[in-house]
Nanobody, 123 residues
Framework: QVQLVESGGGLVQAGGSLRLSCAAS????????MGWFRQAPGKAREFVSV????????NYADSVKGRFTISRDNAKNTVYLQMNSLKPEDTAVYYC????????????????WGQGTQVTVSS
């Protein structure tokens, strides 16, 4: 088990950037696959990005590809989501999630979740 706390959300104008952070507690962060998901009002939780334990393999939803970058610093027990060229449709609560032994884009594959951080993009 690992506890996750997101930060870095806020209000930004379209075209702007935000960097989300997810701080993990525990001593085995490096063994976890880390994912970012988001959920907008009235919509299902949506996959955003995932990164493997080493950081060498990443994947992105088509909607964010080329604009968002996921990274991790295992020494700091932190995963990041750099969000550039933000659009109003990126507005959502963003969640980080952790799983051991999986690498997927489905929310149910992740057993550990943060509380979320709100990202609001104004037009």
């Amino acid at each position: 088990q690992v506890q996750l706390v997101e930060s870095g959300g806020g209000l930004v104008q379209a075209g702007g950037s935000l960097r989300l952070s997810c701080a993990a507690s525990g001593r085995t962060f490096s063994s976890y696959v880390m994912g970012w998901f988001r959920q907008a009002p009235g919509k299902a939780r949506e996959f955003v990005s995932v990164i493997n334990w080493s950081g060498g393999i990443t994947n992105y939803a088509d909607s964010v590809k080329g604009r968002f970058t996921i990274s991790r610093d295992n020494a700091k027990n932190t995963v990041y989501l750099q969000m550039n060229s933000l659009k109003p449709e990126d507005t959502a609560v963003y969640y980080c999630a952790a799983a051991e032994g999986v690498y997927g884009s489905n929310w149910y594959q992740y057993a550990n979740w943060g509380q979320g951080t709100q990202v609001t993009v104004s037009s």
